[in-house]
């Protein structure tokens, strides 16, 4: 019977995920995913000054949005390259 790992979050999930695909679907979804995710954050600042009350809600839903964009830029294309590593790593022990 295996050993279940406790959840260790969700980048390691990422990363346990991509050592499992082939090389090049890793460096095809950093890329894919860097483009995507940097869309997002690059999007223009929305002005509350401008805007009804009503919409005030829906300028903080996407600046937070934005926010998280702007990490995940990052994080998730680093995630698809740590993977492609490791992926490497365990095609040179076999």
């Keep these: 019977m295996t050993r279940r790992r406790k959840n260790d979050g969700m980048f390691s999930a990422l ?3 991509a050592s499992i695909l082939p090389w090049w679907v890793n460096l ?7 483009i995507i ?4 954050a690059a999007a223009p600042q929305i ?3 401008s805007m009804p009350p009503g919409q005030i809600g829906a300028a903080a839903a996407g600046e937070f949005k934005r926010a998280i964009a702007l990490a995940a ?3 998730i294309p ?8 490791i992926s490497f790593l365990r095609k040179d022990k076999k």
């Design 73 to 75: 830029q990052y994080i």
């Design 78 to 85: 680093f995630g698809f390259l740590l993977g492609t590593f």
């Design 47 to 49: 002005n509350p000054g």
């Design 37 to 40: 995710l940097h869309n997002i």
């Design 28 to 34: 095809i979804l950093a890329l894919v995913s860097y």
């Design 15 to 17: 990363v346990d995920l």
